[in-house]
């Protein structure tokens, strides 16, 4: 699988990165200048309202509606964060880790938020989900720091490691470095990337966190409540971090500045693929040269076509999604109806797990796939749901098909969806339905045939037009072209434009230049 990344910055619009697999887009993501409350962003919050009857509490971080802070998010270890952060703001730690802090029981996994936190407290929350719709960020208190390689986890001491990686003798050698190189009172995750990687690699992954916690901890101090007091990378270098691999050829990115700060970063964290980060320098807009423009278009309507004439239509509300599989066109025998099902199920179920990840669907999503009869095709169809979904980062379970045909999915959802406008607003209406009537575009016309003519003294005219214009120019015996003719002693040649809205005309003098108006 070939993989490519292409990095389209603009002033306006912020950073768009579009991940391409084998040429096709399967991951697109947005970031603006000025985006805030991103996802692992870490801010010192103060308690606005503790609301029991919710066992949560609202927190004021800076956004214009309070974050949402359930107990089960403060972490078994909120009690050395709160007792961590009085200190600090004391001015009494003068460490830079945690190796003298001793460190508090962890609380109750079945307590009360109003035993814990209390109003106007300052706790440090990271942002766990991004403000979606009318819903503030939602926030924890169990704080991490991630690395390429490592995730560091403060005010614990357990090693995990990833699900993925799945020999025993490898996940015993990871844990035993680890062990080794990590400093009291703070825990570690091993992620999937660290497997066959040396301690060089690995030690060096868990410095640049520690140089974090430190600078976390100096900021802690100073930093004003409701303010951030660690900012997580850009949007770019996060997912650089997070997918990186042998497998990318080419990331190619329009801005001189972002493309020194991709290759610096991709030099730190993979010397061997600096190579491939490439500036691009051409006049065509990037995304157009690699024709990403064109899948944008084509793969976020409400219909989205397959091949073979099946096709998907995808409906939103606020916390469900519904994907309709539709065979469309495609002809099958009776014979062979239900393998016709299968495959275009199994067809539909490939792009839906491109669409979840493209369009970064969460929440719930149902789907309504082909009705088929036998149980060895439904449960084909959902082991290959389950294939195409392993590649998707986000967590998400999906269940088998129920009694009805219907499928299931839960998929995490920690930012807002990604949405892009298919529909263009139509040049000739304005978007308003209406266009101007037949008889007063004529009137146009002539008002600006009579000054060419008579004004300017233009010879050899022609008149471009939609062909329904043309043709009631031209049609009958005493057309309007003719009368035109003895009105202004001028023949006007009429030349129809099948491309041009309805509305739509232009003058051209005899060296074919158009003549503005």
Same mark, same amino acid.
């Given at each position: 699988?070939?993989?490519?990344?292409?990095?389209?910055?603009?002033?306006?619009?912020?950073?768009?990165?579009?991940?391409?697999?084998?040429?096709?887009?399967?991951?697109?993501? =947005?970031?603006?200048?000025?985006?805030?409350?991103?996802?692992?962003?870490?801010?010192?919050?103060?308690?606005?309202?503790?609301?029991?009857?919710?066992?949560?509490?609202?927190?004021?971080?800076?956004?214009?509606?309070?974050?949402?802070?359930?107990?089960? &998010?403060?972490? !078994?270890?909120?009690?050395?964060?709160?007792?961590?952060?009085?200190?600090?703001?004391?001015?009494?730690?003068?460490?830079?880790?945690?190796?003298?802090?001793?460190?508090?029981?962890?609380?109750?996994?079945?307590?009360?938020?109003?035993?814990?936190?209390?109003?106007?407290?300052?706790?440090?929350?990271?942002?766990?989900? @991004?403000?979606?719709?009318? =819903?503030?960020?939602?926030?924890?208190? %169990?704080?991490?720091?991630?690395?390429?390689?490592?995730?560091?986890?403060?005010?614990?001491?357990?090693?995990?490691?990833?699900?993925?990686?799945? +020999?025993?003798?490898?996940? #015993?050698?990871?844990?035993?470095?680890?062990?080794?190189?990590?400093?009291?009172?703070? +825990?570690?995750?091993?992620?999937?990337?660290?497997? +066959?990687?040396?301690?060089?690699?690995?030690?060096?992954?868990?410095?640049?966190?520690?140089?974090?916690?430190?600078?976390?901890?100096?900021?802690?101090?100073?930093?004003? !409540?409701?303010?951030?007091?660690? +900012?997580? /990378? %850009?949007?770019?270098?996060?997912?650089?971090?997070?997918?990186?691999?042998?497998?990318?050829?080419?990331?190619?990115? #329009?801005?001189?500045?972002?493309?020194?700060?991709?290759?610096?970063?991709?030099?730190?964290?993979?010397?061997?693929?600096?190579?491939?980060?490439?500036?691009?320098?051409?006049?065509? !807009?990037?995304?157009?040269?690699?024709?990403? @423009?064109?899948?944008?278009?084509?793969?976020?309507?409400?219909?989205?076509?397959?091949?073979?004439?099946?096709?998907?239509?995808?409906?939103?509300?606020?916390?469900?999604?519904?994907?309709?599989?539709?065979?469309?066109? *495609?002809?099958?025998?009776?014979?062979?109806?239900? @393998?016709?099902?299968?495959?275009?199920? $199994?067809?539909?179920?490939?792009?839906?797990?491109?669409?979840?990840?493209?369009?970064?669907?969460?929440?719930?999503?149902?789907?309504?796939?082909? &009705? /088929?009869?036998?149980?060895?095709?439904?449960?084909?169809?959902?082991?290959?749901? $389950?294939?195409?979904?392993?590649?998707? *980062?986000? $967590?998400?379970?999906?269940?088998?098909?129920?009694?009805?045909?219907?499928?299931?999915?839960? *998929?995490?959802?920690?930012?807002?969806? /990604?949405?892009?406008?298919?529909?263009?607003?139509?040049?000739?209406?304005?978007?308003?339905?209406?266009?101007?009537?037949?008889?007063?575009?004529? &009137? &146009?016309?002539?008002?600006?045939?009579?000054?060419?003519?008579? @004004?300017?003294?233009?010879?050899?005219?022609?008149?471009?037009?939609?062909?329904?214009?043309?043709?009631?120019?031209?049609?009958?015996?005493?057309?309007?072209?003719?009368?035109?003719?003895?009105?202004?002693?001028?023949?006007? $040649?009429?030349?129809?434009?099948?491309?041009?809205?309805?509305?739509?005309?232009?003058?051209?003098?005899? =060296?074919?230049?158009?003549?503005?108006?």
């Amino acid at each position: 699988m070939v993989k490519e990344l292409i990095i389209d910055s603009t002033p306006d619009k912020g950073v768009t990165i579009a991940l391409l697999q084998d040429k096709q887009l399967v991951e697109l993501n =947005k970031e603006q200048a000025d985006n805030n409350f991103a996802v692992g962003d870490i801010y010192l919050g103060r308690i606005k309202k503790i609301m029991p009857g919710l066992n949560a509490a609202f927190v004021d971080v800076g956004y214009e509606k309070d974050a949402f802070l359930h107990y089960l &998010d403060l972490g !078994p270890q909120v009690q050395s964060l709160l007792k961590l952060t009085r200190i600090v703001k004391n001015g009494s730690y003068q460490e830079k880790l945690l190796n003298s802090l001793k460190l508090e029981k962890d609380i109750d996994k079945a307590g009360k938020i109003s035993d814990i936190l209390s109003r106007n407290l300052l706790l440090p929350v990271q942002i766990a989900k @991004e403000p979606i719709s009318t =819903k503030g960020p939602r926030l924890s208190s %169990d704080l991490s720091i991630a690395g390429r390689f490592v995730v560091l986890v403060p005010f614990s001491s357990t090693v995990s490691i990833s699900k993925r990686i799945k +020999g025993s003798a490898e996940r #015993n050698r990871l844990k035993k470095i680890v062990e080794s190189i990590k400093p009291p009172n703070f +825990g570690v995750i091993i992620r999937t990337v660290s497997e +066959g990687k040396g301690v060089d690699e690995l030690q060096k992954d868990l410095l640049d966190l520690i140089s974090k916690w430190e600078l976390f901890t100096k900021r802690l101090k100073s930093v004003e !409540p409701a303010q951030k007091v660690l +900012g997580e /990378m %850009d949007r770019a270098s996060t997912i650089l971090r997070d997918i990186l691999t042998d497998e990318f050829t080419h990331i190619h990115v #329009n801005d001189y500045a972002l493309y020194e700060e991709v290759k610096s970063y991709v030099q730190e964290i993979s010397p061997d693929l600096e190579k491939i980060v490439k500036l691009y320098k051409h006049k065509e !807009p990037i995304f157009d040269h690699f024709g990403i @423009e064109r899948q944008i278009k084509a793969s976020f309507g409400k219909t989205v076509n397959l091949q073979g004439g099946a096709y998907l239509v995808i409906e939103h509300t606020e916390a469900l999604h519904v994907v309709d599989v539709n065979s469309g066109n *495609r002809i099958a025998s009776k014979e062979n109806q239900e @393998e016709n099902a299968l495959l275009v199920n $199994k067809e539909a179920a490939k792009e839906i797990a491109r669409q979840l990840r493209l369009r970064d669907m969460g929440g719930i999503v149902v789907i309504d796939f082909i &009705d /088929m009869h036998k149980p060895a095709n439904r449960k084909e169809l959902y082991g290959f749901l $389950k294939e195409c979904m392993a590649n998707d *980062r986000a $967590k998400h379970t999906i269940l088998p098909p129920s009694k009805f045909g219907l499928v299931q999915i839960t *998929r995490q959802r920690v930012r807002p969806e /990604m949405s892009v406008v298919t529909n263009e607003k139509c040049p000739a209406c304005g978007g308003t339905g209406e266009i101007r009537s037949s008889i007063v575009l004529l &009137d &146009d016309i002539e008002s600006n045939l009579s000054y060419i003519l008579q @004004e300017q003294n233009e010879k050899g005219i022609t008149l471009c037009v939609h062909p329904y214009i043309g043709a009631y120019i031209t049609s009958g015996l005493f057309s309007t072209r003719l009368k035109w003719f003895f009105k202004y002693g001028k023949w006007i $040649k009429i030349k129809n434009i099948s491309s041009y809205y309805l509305t739509q005309f232009r003058f051209f003098n005899s =060296k074919e230049e158009e003549i503005k108006l």
